[in-house]
């Protein structure tokens, strides 16, 4: 099983930026992916920003060229760069990962509250 602890949450001021935190049980060289999704009130949970092992990333237009993901390998950690921000980027994030493309997104963090105010 993987576990998964995210930091980093919490109140920022719009045009404000935050780093999120994501520790691994795992080393995450062995995992297919890892990403960060998103759930705000009432809405649906989305992806943000994913890589894969290889390195490649992606990002959702609504986020593209604002959030940036990145690894340390040797630290079984993973990171959510948010700049820019929005009042609609409010949200509970959650650090997940794929252990294989056959199993999809299937472990998830506890999640880390992230506020966008004046």
């Known amino acids: 099983q993987v576990q998964l602890v995210e930091s980093g949450g919490g109140l920022v001021q719009p045009g404000g930026s935050l780093r999120l935190s994501c520790v691994v049980s795992k080393s995450i060289s062995s995992i297919y992916a890892m990403a960060w999704f998103r759930q705000a009130p009432g809405n649906e949970r989305e992806l943000v920003a994913s890589?894969?092992?290889?390195?490649?990333?992606y990002y959702p237009d609504s986020v593209k060229g604002r959030f940036t993901i990145s690894r340390d390998n040797a630290k079984n950690m993973v990171f959510l760069q948010m700049n820019s921000l929005k009042p609609e980027d409010a949200a509970v994030y959650y650090c997940?990962?794929?252990?294989?493309?056959?199993?999809?997104?299937?472990?998830w963090g506890q999640g880390t509250q992230v506020t966008v105010s004046s």
């Open positions: 890589i894969t092992n290889g390195g490649t990333t």
């Open positions: 997940s990962a794929r252990r294989a493309w056959t199993l999809g997104f299937t472990y």
